[in-house]
């Protein structure tokens, strides 16, 4: 970790260390494909993998929360952590097969959920569809509701940030179309994508 144009601070732990962001003292990411997570550069790593996940990465830091993904077999579902692997939360709302949380402040959570994880022939699907939570499973809103249907039918939300009493977060708003939709040959095309910024008041 570089710091102020200081000597880095090597990041050390059992396996391949991958580090994916700091809130400056901080440290999340996944050792040999776990998530983990640092109280600081030269502490040692928290193992916060849930039992049962074939891989996981922190992807956000927030206070005492960490963000990201846990897989389910071959399934991303979208993950928050407060220290330990028995804290684990599926923040993955029902009735969608996949998920991910790709950013956090003041107890928000943004990412994604998609119905399907991959596409009849199994190529990754495209029906993302940007959501908000707060702190579980049952406490999110879609986003992508609020983009023009006709234009829009996907979007992610990758960044979130609270100034004041308002909230602005950030992504990408697409279009993809179905080639051979409802057969074994179905795949998705991404035509159009553009990025988009969400905003609301704290009430």
Not at 45 to 54: I, K, Q, R, T
Not at 56 to 62: G, H, M, T
Request: hydrophobic share 40%; glycine share 12%.
């Amino acid at each position: 970790m570089w710091r102020n144009g200081a000597k880095p601070e090597l990041v050390q732990a059992d396996g391949d260390v991958a580090l994916y962001v700091t809130d400056g003292t901080r440290l999340g990411g996944s050792v040999s494909g776990r998530a983990t997570f640092w109280a600081s550069a030269a502490a040692q790593p928290v193992d916060l993998n849930p039992p049962g996940c074939s891989m996981s990465a922190v992807q956000a830091i927030d206070g005492a929360q960490q963000i990201g993904q846990a897989w389910s077999g071959m399934c991303p579902r979208a993950a928050l952590w407060e220290g330990t692997a028995a804290s684990f939360r599926d923040l993955t709302p029902d009735g969608f097969e996949a998920g991910g949380a790709l950013d956090g402040t003041h107890g928000f959570q943004v990412g994604f959920v998609r119905a399907r994880d991959t596409t009849p022939n199994g190529s990754s699907g495209s029906d993302n569809r940007a959501v908000v939570w707060q702190g579980g499973a049952g406490r999110w809103f879609d986003l992508n509701a609020l983009l023009p249907a006709g234009k829009y039918n996907a979007s992610l939300a990758s960044a979130v940030e609270v100034r004041g009493d308002a909230v602005l977060i950030s992504g990408e708003a697409s279009r993809y179309e179905s080639m051979h939709p409802g057969t074994p040959q179905e795949t998705h095309t991404v035509p159009v994508a553009h990025p988009v910024l969400w905003s609301a008041r704290l009430t």
